[in-house]
């Protein structure tokens, strides 16, 4: 998702990190997100496509709660939507959803704002 990269950096809002980026959860749990924001992380992005929907709706949805990744965004370009889900005492919840031409703006980045034109160009 390389709007996102380049709106979080150029807008000083901290440290993302494209695909191709191990996450070592544990010992034994080591992950590949699509997108990662922050360290620990605190953010992980997957973007969903036919081969992997349902491991990032589920295995992979699971895995980061057991985690304690606070944030987890689902971006699906078929759609064109945006579900950004937090994490509670029992696993996520769904917190905000944009589809469409709305605008981008959730936790944990609330002050940075997406143009949906930029998602899904």
């Known amino acids: 998702m390389v709007a996102l ?12 990190f494209p695909a191709r980026t191990d996450v070592i959860l544990s010992d034994l749990t080591v992950v590949e997100p699509d997108t990662v924001y922050e360290g620990a992380p605190t953010l992980v992005v997957e973007i969903l496509s ?48 944009v589809a469409g031409d709305e605008q981008l703006s959730a936790e944990p980045l609330t002050d940075l704002v997406i143009p949906p034109t930029s998602l899904w160009a």
């Open 5 to 16: 990269h380049v709106h979080v950096t150029t807008q000083g809002l901290g440290k993302v």
């Open 50 to 97: 036919p081969s992997t929907a349902q491991t990032d709706r589920h295995t992979k949805m699971q895995l980061y709660a057991r985690h304690g990744v606070p944030w987890y965004w689902i971006v699906d370009p078929d759609s064109r939507t945006v579900e950004v889900y937090a994490l509670g005492e029992g696993g996520y919840a769904l917190s905000t959803r």
